[in-house]
């Protein structure tokens, strides 16, 4: 299955988002070797960058490593092309303009028949792709909408609850791992996921908390986080497969992450809906 990973911070880091780990599971004989995307964020808009090809063969991805970008808030993700072909349009992270913000989402799972369960409204946004990932993102903006038409996409109880129960509709299909964002917010859900190999199910997501360091870095097995300066600030790490030898909290199944600027402000278990 696919691999997800995200960065949340209050502070701009410079994140070299361990491709080359990602590598490792996104080769041309490993599990996931049909594309690869990341989003760093600058204000309300993000850099988007993506290829429909394996990374670890990808001349692109030394070039993005050693590229100043200093970000606090990235979304990566690597695919294993379940539904459409390889191409651009179904390589994730997938991103729309909203409210005047960018928005941002990448999905690991499988949702059958999501078209038929979760039809998507005739003046909704409409997918450029074949994937069940970017119709259930189109799913959750057109809620968003409805949100933002009755007065409340300001509020951020509702914005929660729609998230929630948009979860909750996914879980109700197929598996359902998703980093989703504003620019602002983070959610993460955690369903399950196949494991590689062996394909037993595990925790869809595994989660990092890191408190302020003194000189803001981390640099462990790829993955280096450098700090634009000294200001201490804490970060929250998301991955499907544990990047450093730290101690990642596997989230349990139906949990739902609200994270802002490295600080977590909600943790909710969605019940699934029957």
């Given at each position: 299955?696919?691999?997800?990973?995200?960065?949340?911070?209050?502070?701009?880091?410079?994140?070299?988002?361990?491709?080359?780990?990602?590598?490792?599971?996104?080769?041309?004989?490993?599990?996931?070797?049909?594309?690869?995307?990341?989003?760093?964020?600058?204000?309300?808009?993000?850099?988007?960058?993506?290829?429909?090809?394996?990374?670890?063969?990808?001349?692109?991805v030394p070039v993005l490593e050693k590229h100043d970008f200093h970000s606090p808030l990235v979304i990566a993700h690597?695919?294993?092309?379940?539904?459409?072909?390889?191409?651009?349009?179904?390589?994730?992270?997938?991103?729309?303009?909203?409210?005047?913000?960018?928005?941002?989402?990448?999905?690991?799972?499988?949702?059958?028949?999501?078209?038929?369960?979760?039809?998507?409204?005739?003046?909704?946004?409409?997918?450029?792709g074949q994937t069940d990932s970017e119709h259930a993102f189109y799913v959750l903006m057109q809620s968003l909408l409805?949100?933002?038409?009755?007065?409340?996409?300001?509020?951020?109880?509702?914005?929660?609850?729609?998230?929630?129960?948009?979860?909750?509709?996914?879980?109700?299909?197929?598996?359902?791992?998703?980093?989703?964002?504003?620019?602002?917010?983070?959610?993460?859900?955690?369903?399950?996921?196949?494991?590689?190999?062996?394909?037993?199910?595990?925790?869809?997501?595994?989660?990092?908390?890191?408190?302020?360091?003194?000189?803001?870095?981390?640099?462990?097995?790829?993955?280096?986080?450098?700090?634009?300066?000294?200001?201490p600030a804490p970060a929250v790490l998301l991955a499907s497969v544990p990047l450093t030898p730290e101690d990642w909290?596997?989230?349990?199944?139906?949990?739902?992450?609200?994270?802002?600027?490295?600080?977590?402000?909600?943790?909710?278990?969605?019940?699934?809906?029957?």
């Amino acid at each position: 299955m696919c691999e997800l990973f995200a960065y949340s911070s209050r502070v701009p880091a410079r994140i070299r988002i361990a491709f080359r780990e990602f590598a490792r599971h996104g080769g041309p004989h490993a599990a996931n070797p049909d594309g690869w995307g990341a989003a760093y964020y600058e204000g309300v808009d993000a850099h988007v960058l993506r290829e429909a090809q394996p990374s670890l063969t990808s001349a692109f991805v030394p070039v993005l490593e050693k590229h100043d970008f200093h970000s606090p808030l990235v979304i990566a993700h690597i695919r294993r092309a379940s539904r459409g072909p390889v191409a651009l349009a179904n390589t994730q992270p997938f991103a729309r303009e909203l409210f005047g913000r960018r928005h941002i989402f990448a999905h690991n799972g499988d949702l059958p028949d999501v078209e038929r369960a979760l039809p998507l409204a005739r003046a909704a946004h409409r997918p450029m792709g074949q994937t069940d990932s970017e119709h259930a993102f189109y799913v959750l903006m057109q809620s968003l909408l409805a949100l933002d038409a009755a007065g409340e996409s300001g509020d951020l109880k509702r914005r929660i609850d729609v998230v929630a129960d948009f979860a909750a509709r996914l879980r109700a299909i197929g598996p359902a791992n998703f980093l989703f964002t504003d620019g602002d917010l983070l959610f993460a859900h955690a369903h399950r996921r196949r494991s590689h190999p062996g394909n037993d199910w595990v925790p869809g997501l595994h989660m990092l908390v890191r408190e302020a360091a003194s000189d803001h870095q981390m640099r462990a097995l790829g993955l280096h986080v450098q700090g634009r300066d000294d200001k201490p600030a804490p970060a929250v790490l998301l991955a499907s497969v544990p990047l450093t030898p730290e101690d990642w909290e596997p989230l349990p199944e139906n949990t739902l992450l609200v994270i802002q600027q490295g600080r977590l402000l909600a943790r909710l278990d969605t019940p699934t809906q029957v």
